[in-house]
């Protein structure tokens, strides 16, 4: 078992370069050189690993690829998403929601409801604009700022209550505010005594395909509660990630605690 706890780790670190040398992987591994080049080889013979003459250093393979697609056509963002969503739930106790973008709005795709009397409700295939929900303000947090323009340009800020931002200007602070900590932070900006707070999920580009949220009567969204809820979505949100093969981008450290 220590051959194959040694090779699953030197595949691991390979594929986590763009190309590392034979030396490089022994010394970061603590195994010695020969044994990590016998590794290597018979990674090299099954086409998990290739060597670059030129480069002199050793890359991801073939087999690596076909083996990682036989899990991705396993693994929805759906069936990956509603144990992490359950578990959300029932840490905070409210509702978590999965949606993924669609041009300047959000479609629901899935919802673990709480058992609370008082709870929100999104029926899967329910679309709201980005600008006015937790999920949308999280996704287009992490967008680069002519992304965020073209889909705000032409759409239109539109109000909901008087809490919705219909101006670019507290649309992008708030946004500003998301990207620091990690977490959005909707009250009351799409329905009156509602709340919400959301993070994005990644795909193997680094680049946001869906988002996870909490959301629920906004009595219970206390100031002293936001940091908790605002890092239970962030891990749930990151566990997504993890299982749909996903990489999420470096990313500022959040100030703790921040409040809008």
């Known amino acids: 078992m220590q051959s194959l706890d040694r090779a699953l780790s030197v595949l691991t670190a390979a594929a986590g370069q763009d190309g590392v040398s034979l030396t490089e992987l022994a010394q970061s591994l603590d195994i010695p050189t020969a044994t990590t080049h016998r590794i290597l080889t018979t990674l090299q013979k099954r086409g998990f690993l290739r060597f670059d003459e030129e480069q002199q250093d050793w890359t991801i393979g073939i087999e690596a690829y076909r083996t990682g697609v036989a899990y991705l056509k396993r693994t929805n963002l759906s069936d990956a998403g509603r144990p992490v969503m359950r578990r959300l739930m029932e840490e905070t106790g409210e509702t978590a929601n999965l949606a993924v973008p669609d041009a300047d709005e959000v479609v629901f795709i899935g919802q673990v409801e709480t058992g609370n009397p008082i709870r929100a409700f999104f029926p899967p295939g329910s679309r709201t604009p980005m600008h006015a929900s937790g999920i949308g303000k999280a996704i287009l947090a992490v967008l680069s700022q ?11 800020l539109r109000g909901f209550t008087d809490q919705t931002h219909v101006t670019p200007g507290t649309l992008f602070d708030d946004l500003a505010q998301t990207a620091a900590r990690g977490w959005s932070f909707d009250r009351n900006e799409r329905h009156d005594g509602m709340s919400c707070i959301g993070a994005a999920i990644f795909d193997e580009r680094g680049e946001p395909c869906a988002g996870i949220s909490i959301s629920g009567p906004s009595s219970r969204f206390t100031d002293a509660r936001l940091p908790e809820f605002g890092q239970a979505v ?3 949100a990151g566990r997504i990630t993890h299982l749909i093969a996903g990489r999420a981008p470096a990313i500022p450290d959040a100030a703790d605690g921040a409040v809008p």
């Open 146 to 156: 002519e992304r965020r323009v073209m889909l705000m340009t032409g759409v239109g």
């Open 234 to 236: 962030v891990q749930a």
